[in-house]
């Protein structure tokens, strides 16, 4: 693979930027732009698929909330460990090499997957599904900076992040068609094919491109403070629900993820070449677009993973029919993303950025509403209106991070870029996860008491409860009516509304902080250094 490698040095300065003619199709910056698409979607994908399929996954493999919670956790907190390392890796050894075997890794890993038996090696390869996916995806925003001319890079992140954006709202969908009609695995086995699609296009098409102030050596220690911290601090929140909030335990970690973030951020300031250079961070307006990744990955992972056992739970529809109910958000994500990208290019990122955090808001705060009864026409106006605020956040802070990004850290800027969308999407699933598990355990009992049931409350009807699906042996139960199943129905219907209702809205208030947030956004000062490496 090396040997095929054209090594293009990109210019350091604006006045650098001269396009350079590209001939054939090795460079070219639209079929670059397209070849990086097919692994970016592979991703972006597995990101929201799998929600889908976590309950046939939690039924089939016998697994606990916790569990199911981890299937989508491990994913994210992997790359979200990995991405800034990894794009450390395509800075120094070039962001073809290192986007390729991403690709062939994140096949490899969900065949892997695909074939496993047990919820532990689910759990297993989903990890290492995304410590390849972190590899990847720094590497297409590199490339994308380094091949399109400064004049069209805004536009070419636009597309990208439509590609992203498309792709996680898409993924319900497709899972919801691929769970029905062949089996949860297949939602893996289908990027075994999509990936060889992607090897053979990035062979043929991708040129490398590294920055002339690229790094030369690796920061160790920085990368195990940063893995040990981001770990001490999903952990306590995955389990808090178990060791409660105010346990030694929870404690504990949280204290330790603190203390490992400050030492990593005093190591970062005394190292030659720092994992992640804090000088970065004087640019407020990269500081503000980091934060409201964070931020709009929280409310919208987070709520995402509650809205599919609502539809298949509460609602009772097959995966495919919660899929198209989702079909809104998809469509509108679809449509709006090259507009917020026109919009962006024109008049700078902040006030679609704003814009589109407070849509998300009200989506969120509009879907506390949800009801068993809520017919199709309600729930498609709250996800129309998330998809219509998602769309220019996913382009316009891509564009605020990596354009305010010195050219030799483009993979730097976007693993960070990546970092925080998927520390956000850990962070929402496990802290709206925790609120769903307290609020469920708080109102089971009395719930099961004011309806009336004779015999006294099952823990598994609680655990039940969170996922709000009434288990289909219940029914057959010795001592079991028609009647008293109804009533257990309802018990656990209305407890996991409760959660859901509650997780809902924390998420449209951190939505409505992340609005405040996009306000300290600007359009990138650097996005023109080292731009326009090739002619369109």
Known sequence: MTSQTTVEKAPRD?????????????????????????????????????AIANPAIQKDLGASLADV???????????????????????R????????????????????????????LVIAFRVLQGLFGALLMPAALGLLRATFPAEKLNMAIGIWGMVIGASTAGGPILGGVLVEHVSWQSVFFINVPVGILAVVLGLVILKDHRAENAPKSFDILGILLLSGAMFSLIWPLIKAGEWGWGSAGTLGWLAGAVVLFGLFAFWESKVDEPLVPL????????????????????????????????????????????GLRLLPLTGMMIVSSPLAGALITKFG????????MVCTAAAMFGMTTLSEGTGTFAMSLWFALLGLGL??????????????????????AGGLQQAAMQVGGALGTAVLGAVMSAKVSAEFAANW???????????????????????????????????????????????????????FMVAGIVAVVAALVAVLTKRGENAEAGAGAAHI
Do not use: C
């Not at 062939?104 to 065949?111: K, L, P």
């Open 14 to 50: 604006p006045q650098d930027s001269a396009p350079v003619p590209v001939k054939g199709l090795r460079g070219h910056p639209w079929l670059t732009l397209f070849s990086v698409a097919i692994g970016v979607m592979m991703v972006a994908l597995d990101g929201t698929i799998v």
């Open 69 to 91: 919670q981890w299937i989508t956790n491990g994913y994210l907190l992997a790359l979200a460990v990995a991405l800034i390392t990894a794009g450390k890796l395509g800075d």
């Open 93 to 120: 050894f070039g962001h073809r090499q290192t986007f390729l075997i991403g690709i062939a890794g994140f096949a490899a890993a969900s065949a892997a997957i695909g074939l496993s038996d047990s919820i532990v």
């Open 279 to 322: 000088a970065m961070f004087r640019s407020l307006p990269l500081s503000a677009g980091v934060v409201l990744m964070v931020l709009m990955a929280f409310a919208f992972m987070g709520g995402l993973f509650f809205v599919t056992f609502f539809l298949q739970g509460v609602q009772e529809m097959s995966p495919v029919d919660s």
């Open 349 to 356: 990122p902040r006030v679609p950025l704003v814009g589109g």
């Open 391 to 412: 769309a220019p956040v996913m382009v316009g802070a891509t564009e605020v991070i990596v354009g305010n990004a010195p050219m030799e850290l483009s993979g730097v």
């Open 449 to 503: 008491k004011d309806a009336g049931i004779p015999v006294p409350a099952d823990p598994r009807l609680e655990q039940a409860a969170e996922f709000g699906t009434v288990p289909g042996e219940l029914a057959q139960a010795p001592g079991m009516t028609p009647d008293l199943v109804t009533k257990i129905g309802d018990v656990i219907h209305d407890t996991f509304m409760s959660g859901m209702g509650l997780a």
